[in-house]
Structure formats: structure tokens, C-alpha cells
């Protein structure tokens, strides 16, 4: 089975653009996650889904972030306009719901660069 | 609230030697505890979790990791490391009533030759 699908890996784009972070959750799986990764601030949740309905927003930084879940293969993590600060690596990450199955399900992360 | 905490920012080993990276937690209710383990320019990748049962909770690569509830521990072991296990380990929590899970800060292992 493929795991969590990420795209695209990496994405360099200037100060004020608008950038899509793309994710395909494994099959059957009805929780997604997206976190971001940085140096400084470590591994942070920004938002949670629970079958394509948003959960927990709270770690979303401001308004500039926003994130969808259209069905239940596809999400986008969007920023508009960005910033040189969300310069950082975001994973997307999912797992079943039902019993104890607790553990998620990273996928490869798109690595973002804004100049 | 839930939390964990890695008080190592990184661990050094002899390859062929034991390694321990640590982990504590505080939990309100029954922990559910997790190893995640990270390659360079990779994503976290799931060793191992402790939900019930036997203290002593075996994973991914050879490695395990020991619940102590008296000491609120779950530290990950391996009794032979691998140059190939040098990466950036993850303790994390399941956050109380909610779905999330709470992450530590990370230990980098550093396996020599």
C-alpha cells in the first residue's frame, strides 16, 4: 500500500506569493494531521481532521493559513501571502480510526523556502 | 495537560554498544506512548507504542522500550547499536480525551564507528 502522499517535496517561492501544500492520506484513513517542522519551535500540529471536518485548528499560526479537506483522499495546507518566517519542512500525517490504533502515519514532508 | 519530555538534545554510542534515549511524560489518565524515528530529509516514521500490558514493549529495527509508571518513563533501548541508527528520535504522548499526539523535542542519536 502507498503511504501518506505529499506534494510537491520541495517548494521555493518569494515573500507574498501564494503556496499550496498538497496531501493524499493513506487508504481507509479517516484522521489527517498537519504539522510543521523548524528548527527553532520543533514539531507543531496545526490543524486536525476527523472525516474531512476540521477538529483543531488551534495550532494554525494566523489568517494567512488556511486548509481544506475537500473528500477523503485529498487536503491542501494553503498560505497566502507567505512569509520568509514559514520557511520550514510540513508533513501531512493519518491514521484509522476505531480501537486503539492511535499511532499516525507520516508522509515524506514538502520542505518550504520562502525568499 | 499531556506532555513528554526528551532531556537529551542528543545521545553519542559506540556502534555494537547498548543505547538508551530517554524519555518522561504527565499524563492525566492511562498513558498511550510512542516512538517515532526520523532520517535525515524524511518523514517521522512510527517504532513502536505502549497502550497496556507488559512493561516491556518491543518494535521496529530491534528496538524496545521500557514503561516505568512508578518513574513516568518510557525510554527507548537497543542492546547493539547501528551506524545506521544514528537519526532524531521522537517520544510523544496521546493527548488526553483529545486525537492529537503531544511530541517531545527530539533526542539526535549519534552512532560512531
Known amino acids: 500500500d502507498a503511504g501518506v502522499i505529499q506534494s510537491p517535496r520541495h517548494e521555493v517561492t518569494e515573500m507574498g506569493q501564494e503556496v499550496t501544500l498538497r496531501c493524499k492520506p493513506i487508504?481507509?484513513?479517516?484522521?489527517l494531521f498537519w504539522y510543521r517542522q523548524t528548527m527553532m519551535r520543533g514539531l507543531e500540529l496545526l490543524i486536525y481532521?476527523?472525516?474531512?471536518?476540521?477538529?483543531?485548528d488551534s495550532g494554525m499560526p494566523e489568517d494567512r493559513f488556511s486548509a481544506k479537506m475537500p473528500n477523503a483522499s485529498f487536503s491542501t495546507l494553503k498560505i497566502q501571502p507567505s512569509e520568509p518566517r514559514d520557511s520550514a519542512v510540513y508533513f501531512c500525517?493519518?491514521?484509522?480510526?476505531?480501537?486503539?490504533?492511535?499511532?499516525?502515519?507520516f508522509g515524506p514532508g514538502t520542505r518550504l523556502t520562502v525568499t | 495537560a499531556q506532555s513528554v519530555a526528551q532531556p537529551e538534545d542528543q545521545v553519542n554510542v559506540a556502534e555494537g554498544n547498548p543505547l538508551t534515549v530517554k524519555c518522561t511524560y504527565s499524563?492525566?489518565?492511562?498513558?498511550?506512548l510512542f516512538w517515532y524515528v526520523q532520517y535525515p530529509n524524511r518523514g517521522l516514521q512510527f517504532l513502536l507504542k505502549?497502550?497496556?500490558?507488559?512493561?516491556l514493549v518491543k518494535g521496529s529495527y530491534g528496538f524496545e522500550a521500557e514503561f516505568n509508571k512508578s518513574q513516568t518513563s518510557f525510554h527507548l533501548k537497543k542492546p547493539s547499536a547501528l551506524v545506521s541508527d544514528s537519526a532524531l528520535y521522537f517520544c510523544?504522548?496521546?493527548?488526553?480525551?483529545?486525537?492529537?499526539?503531544?511530541f517531545g523535542t527530539g533526542t539526535l542519536l549519534a552512532v560512531q564507528p
Open positions: 499524563v492525566s489518565g492511562n498513558p498511550y
Open positions: 510523544a504522548v496521546k493527548g488526553g480525551a483529545t486525537n492529537k499526539l503531544i
Open positions: 505502549y497502550i497496556t500490558g507488559d512493561n
Open positions: 487508504s481507509g484513513h479517516d484522521y
Open positions: 500525517a493519518s491514521r484509522p480510526s476505531g480501537g486503539r490504533s492511535y499511532e499516525q502515519y
Open positions: 481532521f476527523n472525516n474531512n471536518v476540521p477538529i483543531d
